[in-house]
């Protein structure tokens, strides 16, 4: 049962992690696309704090011609997909 969920959670992530990536690649590439406007919202509310986050722990930041905070998203799924999976091992 609970590894079930961590599966289910573990999917999830790496939804929202290619979902990311695609966000990232189509904002350079096709930033009108319909694609880019169904995203839009559901990745700008992921992003958004990790933004200020960063704006606030690294103000020179917002000078940047570029956007640190999808990094700074990847990176903390990548440790929680790693969590998620030791403790799907251990059970």
């Given at each position: 049962?609970?590894?079930?969920?961590?599966?289910?959670?573990?999917?999830?992530?790496?939804?929202?992690?290619?979902?990311l990536l695609i966000y990232c690649l189509l904002s350079y590439i096709a930033p009108g696309s319909r694609v880019m406007e169904f995203l839009r919202p559901h990745m700008e509310g992921i992003l958004y704090p990790f933004r200020q986050l960063l704006y606030k722990w690294f103000p020179k930041l917002m000078n940047s011609p570029f956007d640190f905070s999808p990094l700074a998203?990847?990176?903390?799924?990548d440790i929680l997909l790693q969590l998620l999976r030791m403790l799907q091992r251990a059970l």
């Amino acid at each position: 049962m609970l590894s079930t969920l961590f599966g289910i959670l573990i999917l999830f992530l790496q939804v929202v992690s290619t979902a990311l990536l695609i966000y990232c690649l189509l904002s350079y590439i096709a930033p009108g696309s319909r694609v880019m406007e169904f995203l839009r919202p559901h990745m700008e509310g992921i992003l958004y704090p990790f933004r200020q986050l960063l704006y606030k722990w690294f103000p020179k930041l917002m000078n940047s011609p570029f956007d640190f905070s999808p990094l700074a998203v990847c990176l903390v799924i990548d440790i929680l997909l790693q969590l998620l999976r030791m403790l799907q091992r251990a059970l």
